[in-house]
């Protein structure tokens, strides 16, 4: 069995994904694992499917008027994050960026890196992740 399934297999805690996409995890290297199509020697670890309600963060927006921009603005404020649970031992939380960024106390919260790490196809688009951002 591949290390980075038996890590995750004895891992303390479980994902619960509640973002509103699939999330897949890659490894790179030998593998009994699928290659992950359009891309150059990554391998599926795990998809993590979402579940039905996903955390939300709530906006608050005020409409303003910006000298000089001729578009119409607006200024938005962070307001209460819904869908997320309390904090559970047994459990971690992968979430959007704006929910992460809401909860910044909260350790039982990942979001997916999706920067230079991520593996993408030959048109750029987000296949995998292959690590989680924590805070």
Not at 72 to 83: D, I, L, S
Request: glycine share 8%; with cysteine.
């Amino acid at each position: 069995m591949n290390d980075y399934i038996k890590n995750f297999l004895n891992g303390k805690r479980l994902p619960v994904n509640l973002t509103p996409h699939k999330i897949v995890v890659a490894v790179r290297g030998e593998s009994d694992l699928p290659e992950i199509e359009g891309t150059d020697g990554w391998h599926e670890w795990v998809s993590i499917l979402p579940e039905d309600t996903p955390a939300r963060v709530m906006t608050i927006e005020e409409e303003v008027h910006v000298d000089g921009i001729g578009f119409p603005c607006a200024r938005q404020k962070v307001g209460n994050v819904t869908g997320l649970p309390p904090e559970d031992e047994e459990r971690f939380y992968i979430v959007s960026r704006m929910v992460f960024d809401a909860v910044p106390d909260r350790k039982d919260v990942v979001v997916p890196d999706t920067g230079k790490t991520a593996v993408r196809d030959k048109s750029g688009n987000i296949v995998a992740v292959t690590r989680f951002l924590v805070h």
